[in-house]
């Protein structure tokens, strides 16, 4: 079955995707590639975002926890999001924290990129960057386990990244334990760098 991902830019929630296909090794079923146009992505997907995965014969697959969700049952089951109920809804709780999170980042960026008279409005800023702040005190307070790679950690590690790339949020000094959480999970999963944003 030949499958095809679409992306465009550095998307984080594309970013999920790609690591998880990379680390399932899934990545010869499945191409990455960016929509030929606004069209082409609507006629797969009416919400026209990214990621969104093509599949021959099949109903596209969006949005990026179904895509996860898809690329585990792909690879088996029970490797990113675990069975056991206890551990499957601790590991979605974390998705949903981070993709939460992620949401919110992209709304800042979007507030800079898409306001037609350019000035970003400061307390809709600040109402994202609370949600983000919370967020992050969450999980910095019990962080997903590294070894054994979820959605729930998936989401984070982007997450930071993200906000790294973008600076939405400056997080770093605010939350020192998550510092060393990605440092350790970047040593421990080597191949998450290869997925690494660039402009
Ligand atoms: N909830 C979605 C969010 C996807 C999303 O917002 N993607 C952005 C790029 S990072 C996008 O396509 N934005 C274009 C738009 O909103 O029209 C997911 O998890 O896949």
Redesign the pocket.
Known sequence: MSMKLLL???????R??TFAIQHLGLSDRIDIASPDSEDH?RGHNP??????LLREGEDAL??????LEYLDTLADGDKIIPAEATARFAALRQAALA?GI??AA?LIT?EGRYRPDQTPYQPWLEFQRGKIARGLAVLAGTPPIIEDLTVGSIGLACALEYMDFRRQYDWRPEFPALVTWLDDFNDGHPIFADTRPSD
């Open positions: 465009r830019g550095p998307s984080p929630f594309g999920k995707c992505i919400l026209a975002k990214v990621p969104t969006f949005d990026s926890r179904v895509i993709d992620l949401e992209l979007y």
